[in-house]
């Protein structure tokens, strides 16, 4: 029995983020969709299917995966969207001997195939798999959460955290008076102590407030929070992560691994490699890597009328339904200093804005400006800025990665071209 964690053909609703990364790849709570997929089944091979275009990168990044292959003679089929439950092996068990289909309303949740049906399905992993991929399966309904658009991740953000708490502290044995394993500084105030795990090799410096009152703080390895910083749980701080000085950091905000995060932030999601390291205000957010935001970028996250946030998706505005939604940000974007976003702006992958006023609501990828004008980012300027931070941090653009950055430009130009953008 093999698992394969696949991708369907709703995943561009979850633009600018899945341009550069497989929808199961995005993070909610504090590990990704993937993780919480496969740590339901474990010990068990697991295939990862995916766009061509983004095979062989990732291919690069999980060696010994196989990638858009499947070798054994029965699968267990999971959608990549879905935030597994931690019953979900009871929900779909792997050894049920029975072929069926697991629909939640009109999406394909899962689907345990063998035989006849699994040689047609892999001679389709080049195709995003759809309801007709699985035709003549028995149907079970089932009632399993999926994510349909970013907001998603964002509003399920602090479900998730708690349970990936649970499930961190219980994989390394968290016991009382044994989770304060960093360095912590006299004069650092630590409130529900109980509730907060330091790991081995963080420091929390003098003046730092960590209140974990209304939910846990997970500072990682390696992380360092400065003086007069202030944390309120649910937090999650990645390994080699940085909270500077006077930070305020509020509920429900989960940090990457090696990202810089200072002023006000709250209710988002951080990707690793991000820095967010100045004054400014950032909330139900969701930011991609390898991105920079400038000093005093403020970020607004509520109509000053309350009302719910639209936001322009694959072409069409999409009411979201929330009442506080703000940035949505794609992989290698920057901001200058004092530059301000409109609640629900969405930035595409690989942009550069700067300008006073609000910049549109909708900036599609590789676009280089601001309120006043918008053109296209020179794709080789953006690459060579890209192997420059990249090399900050001690690694080197692969040739996978580069034509991937050449890929998601001819994949976005139609956006930037709709804009009278010159190519």
């Known amino acids: 029995m093999q698992l394969c964690i696949f991708e369907d053909i709703y995943f561009d609703r979850l633009e600018p983020l899945i341009f550069s990364r497989p929808a199961y790849n995005l993070v909610c709570g ?59 092996a ?16 009109d999406t394909i949740v899962a689907a345990r195939v063998s035989g006849k049906k699994l040689k047609e399905v892999k001679n389709s992993l080049y195709d995003l798999l759809t309801p007709a ?12 959460p999926v994510i349909n658009y970013v907001w998603d991740l964002i509003n399920y ?64 390895k390696d992380a360092i929070v400065y ?11 990645g390994e080699k992560s940085q909270v500077k000085s006077c930070a305020r950091i509020y509920e429900n905000v989960s940090i990457g691994k090696v990202c810089k995060v200072g002023g006000e932030v709250e209710h988002s999601i951080i990707l690793p490699y991000t820095n967010k390291q100045h004054s400014g205000f950032l909330g139900h957010a969701y930011l991609g890597s390898w991105v ?18 639209k936001m322009y998706i694959n072409g069409e505005i999409v009411n979201s339904g929330c009442q506080f939604l703000g940035l949505i940000m794609g992989d290698h974007c920057k901001t200058a200093i004092n530059t301000m976003f409109n609640t629900g702006t969405m930035v595409g992958f690989s942009c550069n804005i700067y300008g006073a006023d609000f910049p549109p609501k909708y900036i599609p990828s590789f676009s280089w400006g601001g309120s006043e004008s918008m053109t296209t980012y020179d794709l080789e300027r953006t690459i060579e800025t890209a192997k420059r931070v990249l090399h900050r941090r001690s690694k080197v653009m692969s040739e996978s990665e580069e034509k991937l950055f050449r890929k998601i430009f001819d994949l976005t130009q139609k956006e930037r071209r709709k804009r009278g953008y010159p190519y």
């Open 30 to 88: 504090i590990s990704t969709l993937r993780d919480k997929i496969t740590r339901a089944y474990p010990e068990v091979k697991v295939s990862l299917h995916t766009r061509p275009y983004l095979e062989a990168f990732l291919t690069s990044k999980n060696p010994g995966y196989q990638v858009n292959s499947i070798e054994d003679d029965t699968c267990l089929f999971i959608n990549g969207r879905i935030i597994a439950p931690e019953n979900l």
């Open 90 to 105: 009871e929900i779909i068990p792997l050894d049920d001997p029975e072929d069926k289909l697991y629909m939640t309303e």
């Open 133 to 144: 991929n699985f035709d003549g399966l028995l149907v079970e309904k089932v009632e399993i």
């Open 157 to 220: 953000n602090h479900i998730e955290m708690e349970k990936d708490f649970n499930y961190l502290t219980k994989k390394i044995n968290f016991k009382k008076k044994e989770n304060l394993k960093g360095k912590i500084y006299p004069g650092a105030y630590l409130i529900n102590e109980e509730r907060i795990f330091i790991d081995e090799g963080a420091e929390i410096k003098s003046g730092a407030v960590l209140d974990a009152t209304g939910g846990f703080i997970y500072i990682s």
């Open 227 to 237: 003086p007069n910083a202030v944390i309120e749980g649910p937090v999650f701080v």
């Open 292 to 309: 920079n935001i400038g000093a005093d970028t403020n970020c607004s996250d509520l109509k000053n009328n309350y009302g719910s946030v």
